[in-house]
């Protein structure tokens, strides 16, 4: 069965599944795997999603058990529980000093001493590792997608043109973490919408060209999520603004310099 939870370090990669977590050397291909040693095995819950933190210490989520941390060796140091089913685990803030923890209804972010390992792409995530990047979760986080993308590098293979519209009379309220139906767009704090009508053509452009700084060369892929515009509609409304946005000649030298 394939890995569920798959980290990278200097050490190698590490995936989990079902009870246990494995460990595997990346070869210098940065593709091929060997190995996969049993490094844990859980006691009591089962493991769905790891992290690792800055000293290398693995953070499991262990379902009805909490979260778990381990030891680079696999030594158990201890648990957090919550109180209902953990159902992932991640670090995140600015610095990435909290392990957020959103069970079925609610999100525990408690505080660390030490932070989450840095994110690691281009070189250090090697040529089989990549995102399918996708805007328009990142505008309701507060992250800067073309921050992201510089942060990324090469490791972003893929890349979503779908946009997002925040409300502001609706988050300061509620919050960001808006479970209310996508139907109910008047009362929700953010909604995706067709792209241009969350963000303009500024922010596009902008995204476009940075995304042409660190290498990318494919496809922007229009994924319609749009509750106020029918299929046709949105696709013909994203396809119509991106055409004016999309660089689509090779740049052959530094004609002015």
């Known amino acids: 069965m394939p890995a569920v939870g798959v980290v ?9 599944r079902a009870n246990h977590v494995r460990r595997f050397e990346v070869g210098a291909d940065g593709a091929s795997l060997t190995g996969g040693d049993v490094v844990i095995s859980a006691a009591a819950g089962s493991f769905d999603n790891i992290r690792l933190d800055r000293d290398g210490r693995i953070w499991a989520r262990a379902g009805e058990d909490g979260v778990h941390c381990y030891a680079a060796d696999g030594t158990l140091i201890g648990r957090i529980r919550v109180h209902e089913l953990a159902a992932n685990v991640t670090f995140g803030g600015l610095p990435p000093a909290r392990l957020f ?5 609610a999100l525990h972010p ?3 001493a030490v932070p989450g390992a840095p994110p690691q792409g281009g070189e250090a995530a090697g040529p089989a590792i990549g995102c ?3 805007p328009s979760h990142m505008f309701w986080q507060g992250i800067d997608p073309c921050a992201a993308v510089r942060v990324l590098g090469e490791a972003v293979f893929h890349v979503h043109a779908k946009d997002t519209r925040m409300y502001e009379i609706n988050y300061k309220v509620n919050g960001v973490l808006d479970t209310k139906p996508y139907s109910d767009e008047k009362n929700r704090s953010w909604i995706f919408r067709t792209v241009g009508y969350g963000h303009d053509a500024d922010f596009w452009g902008d995204l476009v060209s940075t995304l042409q700084m660190i290498g ?6 229009i994924e319609h999520e749009d ?3 029918s299929v046709e509609e ?6 119509t603004f991106l055409n004016q946005i999309v660089i689509k000649e090779k740049l052959k030298g530094m004609w002015w310099a």
Not at 8 to 16: D, E, L, Y
Not at 234 to 239: E, H, P, Q, S, Y
């Open 132 to 134: 399918n990047f996708d």
């Open 227 to 229: 509750s106020l515009m």
């Open 8 to 16: 990278r370090s200097p050490a190698g990669v590490c995936g989990s």
């Open 110 to 112: 408690p505080g660390m």
């Open 216 to 221: 990318y060369d494919d496809v922007l892929s």
């Open 234 to 239: 949105g696709l013909t409304k994203a396809a």
């Open 101 to 105: 923890i959103p069970p079925d209804k």
